[in-house]
């Protein structure tokens, strides 16, 4: 995880990179990631702008309401399904 901060003329940018485990890993490893990414916010200034950038390692389903964000065709459990 990596937090960077950047003072601006009118408002300050905090970015934010984080890469979570992948869906796999223990239980205990996700959640210690959670917990320092929600100490990570709280450690930022409530008045900068708050971008968080990174690899959370969604899976999206062929669900119709996931259409509008992820496509046609999406990957879901490692194969790419053609409707």
């Not at 995880?1 to 979570?20: D, Q, V």
């Not at 869906?23 to 930022?44: C, G």
Request: hydrophobic share 35%; net charge negative.
């Amino acid at each position: 995880m990596c937090k960077l901060r950047i003072r601006g003329k009118f408002y300050n940018l905090t970015l934010i990179s984080a890469y979570a485990p992948k869906e796999d890993a223990k239980d205990e490893v996700k959640e210690q990631f959670y917990e320092e990414l929600n100490i990570t916010l709280e450690q930022s200034s409530k008045h900068d702008t708050v971008i968080i950038l990174g690899d959370f390692n969604a899976k999206v389903g062929k669900e119709m309401n996931n259409r509008l964000v992820a496509g046609k065709y999406t990957l879901h459990n490692e194969t790419m399904t053609m409707e």
